[in-house]
């Protein structure tokens, strides 16, 4: 069974830094390209950044650029965002997803890591 | 950046009722549209991908139709387990973006 663990997710002031991080098992970790996606709360679905299986290709959002890093350890199975600047707007659940068969659909999710930007 | 518009907002129908939630982007992605379901204090869950691929699991009520910049998720015949919030989700363009979510409420 694929399951997606986040962690990593607490109450941080404004400029502050925080990383959270996503075990996986039930599946061979590095053929999948991995995605973490947030929600504010009470809002909708925003797509944070992608990583390939082997990390050498990587996108992010415009909002989130500059300030975010995403990246992975294939030996432990697991992916990380490195968040520094952070903003009342980046308070959300963290979630991570698996790519598909294709990469681009969003197959499995998480259950979610709350990060609270508030001084 | 795609804006993918969904509609309605809310849905309210009842049980063994034909609902359609459409999702308008703003140019064309092709069929890189997929549509999850979101239940209350849960997170997501992939229902149809690239437009109307079935996923295993998922109930055959659901499906999806469309190319270019419409598309529809059909649940052919409402149950109260459906109850959830759907998005549709474009991977066509960089940066990916979602819809703003249709509400379904069973009466």
């Known amino acids: 069974e694929v399951q997606l663990e986040e962690s990593g997710g607490t109450l941080v002031q404004p400029g502050g830094s925080l990383r959270v991080s996503c075990a996986a098992s039930?599946?061979?970790?590095?053929?999948?390209?991995m995605n973490w996606v947030r929600q504010a709360p009470g809002k909708g679905l925003e797509w944070v950044s992608y990583?390939?299986?082997?990390?050498?290709?990587?996108y992010y959002a415009d909002s989130v650029k500059g300030r975010f890093t995403i990246s992975r350890d294939n030996a432990k199975n697991s992916v990380s965002l490195q968040m520094n600047s952070l903003r009342a707007e980046d308070t959300a659940v963290y979630y991570c997803?698996?790519?598909?068969?294709?990469?681009?659909?969003?197959?499995?999710w998480g259950q979610g890591t709350l990060v609270t930007v508030s001084s | 950046e795609v804006v993918l518009t969904q509609s309605p907002d809310f849905q309210s129908g009842t049980p063994k009722e034909k609902v359609i939630i459409t999702c308008r982007a703003s140019?064309?992605?092709?069929?890189?549209l997929h549509w999850y379901q979101q239940k209350p204090d849960q997170s997501p869950k992939l229902l149809i991908k690239?437009?109307?691929q079935s996923i295993s699991g998922v109930p055959s009520r659901f499906s999806g139709s469309g190319s270019g910049t419409d598309f529809t998720l059909t649940i052919s015949g409402l149950e109260a387990e459906d109850a959830a919030a759907y998005y549709c989700?474009?991977?066509?363009?960089?940066?990916?973006?979602f819809g703003q979510g249709t509400k379904v409420e069973i009466k």
């Open positions: 997803a698996r790519g598909g068969e294709k990469g681009w659909e969003l197959d499995h």
């Open positions: 039930g599946f061979t970790f590095r053929s999948f390209e």
């Open positions: 990583i390939s299986t082997r990390g050498n290709t990587i």
């Open positions: 140019q064309s992605i092709g069929s890189s």
């Open positions: 690239y437009a109307s």
């Open positions: 989700h474009q991977s066509g363009n960089l940066p990916w973006t």
